[in-house]
């Protein structure tokens, strides 16, 4: 990877309610209630997703988020944070799903599906294989929060850090 003096890293941050999110169920399984909230204690805004049916439940919140004008690459691709009820992926659980300018999906290193903590956890993600990354283009994050038995899933902000070249 070549360098430029006029490069810099970019961290951008998504609180909820994600500036530009969609909220989409998948056509089945798909009873609860989506919500809002704020933890007072760690002063984080996040989605909250919760089910009282005996069965899995899910929900997704789908953000398209457009690379700058003068992206050049990922630096260190995606953080994201959650909470979950119970460390039980049966009961409740987040999955995620990146998707590149083109359209297809990305594969992603680290853990980005069953994931459950009982306290906000970081999960930092990159981006392989040979997805395309254009600049100026839409690329879309989707994430699907699933719950039962009143066993909420929580999601809190999402990081985008990638390098773009100052002009």
């Known amino acids: 990877?070549?360098?430029d003096d006029r490069e810099q890293t970019i961290l951008h941050t998504l609180h909820p309610e994600f500036d530009g999110a969609s909220y989409k169920g998948d056509g089945a399984n798909n009873v609860g209630q989506l919500s809002q909230s704020t933890d007072e204690s760690t002063?984080?805004?996040y989605y909250s997703w919760l089910s009282t049916r005996p069965t899995m439940q899910d929900y997704d919140v789908i953000v398209v988020y457009t690379?700058?004008?003068d992206f050049v690459r990922w630096d260190d691709g995606l953080t994201f944070t959650f909470r979950s009820a119970v460390s039980d992926a049966s009961q409740n659980k987040l999955d995620l799903q990146?998707?590149?300018t083109s359209g297809a999906q990305v594969t992603l290193s680290g853990s980005s599906v069953?994931?459950?903590s009982t306290t906000w956890r970081s999960q930092h993600i990159e981006f392989n294989g040979s997805p395309t990354w254009t600049a100026g283009q839409k690329m879309m994050i989707r994430m699907k929060l699933h719950s039962?038995?009143?066993n909420f899933m929580q999601l809190g902000?999402?990081?985008l850090q990638y390098v773009e070249l100052n002009q």
Do not use: C, G, H
């Open 114 to 116: 069953n994931l459950t």
């Open 43 to 45: 002063n984080r805004n």
């Open 98 to 100: 990146v998707f590149d």
């Open 157 to 159: 902000e999402v990081q």
């Open 67 to 69: 690379l700058p004008e």
């Open 148 to 150: 039962k038995d009143n």
């Open 1 to 3: 990877i070549l360098s």
